[in-house]
């Protein structure tokens, strides 16, 4: 892919931080979609994402101070407004107007701090996409973040198709290989912004990182997985175990533990990607040792995905040419690449217009 | 040289591995002419080598399990025969016939395993070239394995003059700088795939690492050299140490020491190198520490070599044009060289027709 | 900028080394201007620069051995006279004339090894620039290196404008953000291959660095600077600290401390420079430990810079098409810019002449 082609929906709402990442006036060093950005609190609350390059001599701006709701470059003392704009110059009092840096919208919602990269003009709140459980106090679970070494699209390939569970992830998150042979999607729906899948896994015995915060480790469950995947790489996975034989598919949940997984993916650049997510649980939220288990359990999944993920983009970077084939199971990656490049098209071709 | 010239010679065997390298199962991601590969020994004893890269998302395969003479993707699950070819996907009933990655010929002989690169078709076995000292048990060493940061024409280069003996191994292999300037090659022998070099340095010390296995530490020896080297990187070295005066060189071997070297240059990419060798030696065979004693001397003598040959391909990475100035120890190379390019363009013009 | 616009200026003195850094037959491995050279000294005291590349087989002169004035390479044997030109082969008579490297003009003066690496027939002594406190034993200093991962004009830029101590060194160098707000230059002076400029802060703290090496820490202070920069990147700092109130702006300097600095920058690439430096003292410089703390607070001071120099150029190299936006305390960097770049047109215009 040329360096040129466009690569990335910038009219689109991205996780650019964890409010925890904010604390204490740091300035977060974060290059999002190629373009290196600082991110801070303002001492009014509100959080400002700026280019992280003064318009003066190309000094790092993370490497400033907050001020107020300002950030001062501390190479020469220059302060930049939230909106970018140059407002003081030591020793200098006539400011240029066309000193100053890019600004970029940020909404903060339920624990996530949103960043708009694309035209400032169309970046309404009501586009950010909704996910109750993290506003929900009967949910409860730890905010993460990984890195990868890996164009974020490999991530969602990964996470559709749950057949990885089973050999990626025998020990930790899948529990056995039968979960690829024996399951199937009991559905796929294709999404105008992406897909849903349904995965069914009857009569298995618990997977490692549930039996780990579960009493009653040995009797069989009945495993239902629902996935969503939203352009441009925003994934909500909601999981049940339930007693195995008790009518889980005819919707009696009795006796059943959920799960409720979100997880949002973030490029850095065109190899490498920003990964947040939380892994919640509503039963026994007044153990605090049952999310940071999962949050462990979670942490050892996602790294043996990554070498899998990191594989596949240093593979493809030897021989850009190699061109991957489907399987059955590709259905919903497949209508998700769809998807995705065709509202790229529809943005590129207004960008023109 | 850009990255479209042909470099390498295809339709040749290269050694890939040693066989302690594959055992228990080892999966050995091995890129061998700039061709990412993974080599396994199934459970029949076959060794196999295939593309490392799953031929449905690119998957690492060096990453997977062996079964039977199957190597499985751990990702998503599909198996792969020797051949390559596609034999499993969970939770799919067909499987179309173009799923399958490369495979390549492999031959294992004499503690060596080799692959051919090239056109199966032509992949005979009896053009492996044969060393004997490797399989007869009058012959003891160990198997070495080392790597360079450096285009495997360096290290012929190396080999092809053993002036360098006398500087970059005074201390541990040259054992003095006569060696540089009393002795000359007795005879360069323009062979059709490469040469034969013999020198002789009569009346000298012996060298450190002789000197380590011997108990006669002071007598004068007299030292004989005798070098083959073979397209596309395999080099044969019969070393002998005759005590000073004895007539070694009129063929009287009477209380003479007596080595054979091999070492196998296999090109990863036109700018690393696998290196293969053994050091093997013939007397106080029920001794151990022999061998051990001159595989940690051959260690520390090719390390000395290691800084020379990675400098070498640092400085013509930062100025390619740089062309070097040959003097007369280089005849051996020189041949060596030409004779490479004529098999090279022979081996295009028949890809070609 | 493309690799083949002229970039550096060669017919000028650059400093190469310290001399501590070639005792005891040391071959200093360092590229100037993208030339990788060897740096030694000779038997007889004279130091020689060569390309640090054998002429034969591109090994690195570097791991050679000095004998005499002469370089021996450690590969072969050949050796080179400092001149250049190879003097010997071992095992052959006859050596072709044209054999040899690159050798550049060397001269030592007052503690510094200047090199030309420009045309040898207009390598004049008398154009180094002449620093006299380097050879007056009333002025005691270290000599200190730094390797910047940076173009040596933003270590221009960075001196040319001492409102950074403000904000940058606040702590070590600078001592108050006042420095910034409350002074000015009193004078910029454009030079014909530089620029002077002469900043007053009046009545202020003395800045850490300086509280560290007198008695009297708490009195305030009149604060002098005045900062000479030559091309290519040469700067001289002399800096008063006089009581305040005691008239120093008129030339009373009762009382005073002073300090010299030099400072040497020499391009290694485009991207990265070797900085020398030496800050002296002329008072109670019978106490060592006075130049061993400034020398201190240097390293601490010069390693608050590198953050913000190296940083400005990685957001370069992401986006080589920013330009800056100069204010009003630029005048002086863009006027050595200005003039560098007109000597850099005139070299080049008598190149291709």
Redesign the interface.
């Known amino acids: 892919m040329a360096s040129t082609d466009p690569i990335f929906l910038k009219n689109c709402w991205y996780v650019a931080a964890w409010p925890h990442e904010l604390i204490d006036g740091k300035r977060v060093a974060r290059t999002i979609l190629e373009k290196?950005l600082v991110l801070y609190r303002g001492e009014s609350g509100r959080v400002v994402a700026l280019d992280?390059?003064c318009?003066?001599?190309?000094?790092?701006l993370s490497?400033g101070r907050v001020e107020g709701d300002n950030l001062?470059?501390?190479?020469?003392?220059?302060m930049f407004a939230p909106s970018g704009k140059c407002i003081q110059?030591?020793?200098?009092e006539v400011i240029?107007p066309?000193?100053g840096v890019g600004s970029y919208p940020i909404v903060e919602k339920d624990q996530l701090v949103w960043i708009w990269m694309g035209d400032p003009a169309l970046a309404d709140p009501a586009l950010i996409i909704d996910y109750p459980p993290l506003r929900d106090p009967a949910w409860r679970g730890l905010p993460g973040y990984l890195h990868y070494d890996a164009n974020w699209l490999?991530i969602v390939?990964n996470l559709s198709?749950f057949?990885?569970l089973?050999?990626?992830h025998t020990h930790t998150l899948g529990g056995s290989?039968e979960y690829?042979?024996k399951?199937?999607p009991v559905a796929i729906e294709r999404l105008a912004d992406g897909f849903c899948v349904e995965r069914w896994n009857m009569d298995s015995d618990p997977p490692p990182y549930h039996r780990k915060v579960i009493a009653n480790k040995k009797d069989k469950v009945d495993r239902r997985n629902i996935g969503r995947m939203h352009v441009p790489g925003i994934f909500f996975l909601e999981t049940t175990f339930a007693p195995a034989g008790s009518g889980a598919e005819r919707g009696n949940l009795a006796g059943a533990r959920e799960y409720r997984n979100c997880q949002f993916m973030t490029p850095e650049t065109r190899r490498s990607t920003h990964f947040f997510w939380n892994y919640l649980h509503n039963f026994d939220t007044d153990n605090p040792n049952i999310a940071l288990s999962l949050y462990e359990s979670m942490c050892e999944g996602f790294n043996e995905d990554k070498?899998?993920i990191e594989?596949?983009q240093k593979?493809?970077d030897?021989?850009p040419e190699?061109k991957?084939?489907?399987?059955?199971?590709?259905a919903a990656l497949s209508h998700f690449r769809w998807t995705f490049n065709q509202r790229l098209a529809r943005e590129q071709a207004a960008a023109t217009a």
Chains 1, 2, 3 share one sequence.
């Open positions: 290196p992280d390059r318009c003066h001599r190309a000094a790092p490497l001062r470059c501390m190479y020469h003392g220059m110059i030591p020793g200098q240029p066309k000193l490999y390939d198709d057949a990885h089973a050999f990626v290989e690829a042979f399951t199937k070498a899998f594989g596949q593979l493809h030897l021989d190699f991957m084939l489907a399987i059955g199971a590709d």
